[in-house]
């Protein structure tokens, strides 16, 4: 009898990729980010695999914290 598994492929968003590529180039573990953004390890590995979406208030202290600046190109929809 053969198995077959399914395979769930997801897309991590653009800003999660981002984020994490940010904190581990800087050589800083998700515990201590998360204590300085003041949410828990889990809730910060969420928002790096992309399964919770940050508010912008949350996305510039995290960006702050890993010495960075966020600037935001806001485009009228046609």
Not at 4 to 22: D, F, G, K, Q
Not at 52 to 60: G, N
């Amino acid at each position: 009898m053969q198995t077959h598994h399914t395979v769930h492929l997801r897309r991590i968003p653009e800003y999660a990729l981002v984020l994490s590529a940010l904190r581990e180039k800087r050589g800083i573990k998700q515990v201590t980010l998360a204590k300085k953004l003041g949410i828990s390890p889990m809730g910060l590995s969420h928002f790096e695999r992309g399964t919770r979406l940050p508010r912008l208030d949350q996305i510039e202290t995290w960006a702050r914290a890993l010495g960075h600046e966020v600037h935001l190109t806001i485009k009228k929809r046609q």
